[in-house]
């Protein structure tokens, strides 16, 4: 499982980009216990933003317990995932990055999801909240097999 990205990952970086980069590494390793750890008590994940069929009601998946079912759902089941930062925005305690995901699902297919995943972070470094701006019907055209 790799993670590509688009910055020199040995130059110091914002908070909320490494962040972000943990997290996407932790995925990619199929570390959920690692990725949990990088929320703080009160996170909330919303990928994609708004109502879908990980989140019918579009209010995000809050805190340790709404985490965990989150990976059950949406990560658990995916053989493999690639990251590829395009680009990176880092302001504040926020970084936005511009990425396609390729998912691996079992059957032999992949889907590509272009997105925007704004992440921030609070002040002990923790990640307060990732909000993921992509379009199912839009990644659902890009299944195909593997």
Not at 97 to 112: K, S
């Amino acid at each position: 499982m790799s993670v590509t990205v688009c910055w020199d990952e040995t130059a110091e970086q914002p908070p909320a980009r490494r962040a972000a980069l943990a997290s996407m590494r932790a995925v990619a390793a199929g570390d959920k216990e690692g990725w949990l750890a990088l929320f703080a008590p009160d996170a909330v994940v919303e990928d994609p933003v708004g109502p879908s069929g990980f989140d019918p009601e579009g209010k995000g998946h809050r805190g340790p317990d709404g985490l965990a079912a989150f990976w059950e759902t949406a990560i658990a089941s995916v053989e493999r995932f690639e990251f590829v930062v395009h680009d990176s925005h880092a302001a504040g305690d926020e970084v936005a990055n511009v990425a396609t995901i390729t998912t691996y699902l079992p059957g032999g297919y992949r889907v590509d999801t272009d997105l925007v995943a704004v992440y921030r972070v609070d002040e002990a470094d923790r990640l307060l909240s990732m909000r993921a701006f992509w379009e199912v019907e839009r990644a659902m055209a890009t299944a195909r097999q593997a």
